[in-house]
């Protein structure tokens, strides 16, 4: 014996499948009135004959329920269906995936080899985009999205990053409709970088600051054979630039040894169509004393995580380090080393964006100077007090931690 529910549309939920079958004993439960209903809405339809096959019953059985349904009521459901362009099923994201054009539009992000992370933060955005508007993507024109992004330059609507939705919508309409680049940038659906994401480029650790989070974590990490791990840790963080994440996946055996300088290979971030990127980081000086203590106390370690710490831990344990070194908490507690270490290897190169990028890891230098490199006030007094012919005492820069 079995028993039919017919699940409600929900967002998050695909919908291919929404009829749930059970084995049960005793007598079979009857199709419901409500039960019709609720197809009718799923599935945006009055036909019997496709009801009975979506329902798995006769076509008999649901001419019997829709003539209790009053013809209003129907009426209504399909007036209501009517405002949106898409299927309920649709306005799930499994669904919406389901549709041709969305369907062209992956292969086209598949076939220049977007990284997964942006190919479906691009298509989420999409989904987002036409749940909102209630909108087939088929039907999205470039003055409407164009519209769209207007708004939200005044107006927050969930779900609807400016950035990244100017970038979905480009996308889409230079994939699937083969519009050309600059007619969407004359329209605003440009890809510019946002003003936000340069809002933490002055965010910096002092060198007398750095010194008292060493001396703090040293005081609340166990001294085990860990201990110059933790300790080698932000020195890798300031001296190579390398974010937390890719840090944290660093392995000992991707280091090669020479002499008196090793190099060490990371996965870390690269231009978002290209995902991750492979860099080689230069090991030298005072990291590399570090990083030798860190393998010899681990046994002398032949392969294995450089860190082997989660990302959770670390960001715990800095905290308590800040807090303990009576240090302001950072908006961002580990993502601060890669800031200090771009301002200051920029302070002690004279502002030099093209070296910085290349040797601290941003594959474009413009990236570099507007979310990580803003050059200092005093270092702008300073050229302003030079250009003024005042007299100056200019303080040698040296990139250390």
């Known amino acids: 014996m079995r028993t039919i529910q017919i699940l409600e549309p929900q967002t998050q939920i695909p919908l291919e499948k929404p ?135 005044n107006k927050k609507i969930p779900n609807l990053n400016p950035y990244f939705l100017k970038l979905a919508i480009r996308s889409w309409f230079q994939n699937v409709h083969g519009i050309n680049g600059e007619i969407l940038t004359s329209k605003g659906i440009d890809a510019s970088i946002p003003n936000q994401l340069g809002i933490r480029a002055f965010d910096r650790l002092t060198r007398k600051q750095r010194h008292d989070f060493i001396k703090a974590l040293k005081q609340i990490i166990p001294k085990d054979s860990y201990f110059d791990a933790w300790i080698s840790l932000p020195y890798f963080l300031y001296y190579t630039g390398t974010r937390i994440d890719a840090s944290l996946k660093a392995n000992i055996e991707d280091i090669e040894k020479h002499g008196n300088y090793w190099i060490i290979k990371v996965i870390d971030k690269g231009k978002h169509k290209n995902g991750r990127k492979l860099w080689r980081k230069l090991i030298i000086g005072e990291l590399k004393e570090k990083l030798e203590k860190n393998i010899a106390s681990r046994g002398n370690l032949t392969h294995g995580l450089l860190f082997p710490f989660s990302y959770k831990i670390v960001r715990k344990t800095f905290i308590k380090a800040y807090k303990k070194a009576k240090i302001p908490i950072p908006a961002q507690p580990c993502h601060i080393w890669r800031h200090t270490s771009a301002q200051d290897f920029l302070d002690a190169t004279n502002w030099n964006y093209e070296l910085t990028a290349q040797v601290l890891g941003w594959e474009d230098p413009r990236i570099l100077r507007k979310c990580y490199g803003s050059i200092s006030e005093s270092q702008k007094h300073m050229a302003i007090r030079k250009a003024m012919g005042e007299p100056i005492k200019e303080t040698k820069k040296e990139f250390r931690f």
């Open 19 to 153: 009829i749930l079958k059970e084995k049960r004993i005793g007598r079979p439960q009857s199709l419901s009135v409500e039960d019709v209903l609720n197809a009718i809405r799923l599935y945006a339809t009055t036909s019997e004959t496709e009801l009975a096959k979506r329902l798995n019953v006769s076509r008999q059985t649901i001419y019997r329920k829709m003539s209790l349904i009053p013809k209003e009521t129907i009426t209504q459901i399909m007036h209501d269906l009517s405002q949106t362009e898409l299927k309920p099923y649709q306005l799930g994201y499994e669904g919406f995936l389901t549709i041709p054009e969305v369907q062209q539009f992956k292969r086209a992000l598949e076939r220049r080899q977007v990284c997964k992370k942006y190919e479906n933060k691009l298509l989420r955005k999409l989904w987002h985009l036409c749940v909102y508007l209630q909108r087939h993507p088929s039907k999205l024109t470039i003055e409407q999205c164009a519209d769209i992004l207007t708004t939200l330059r």
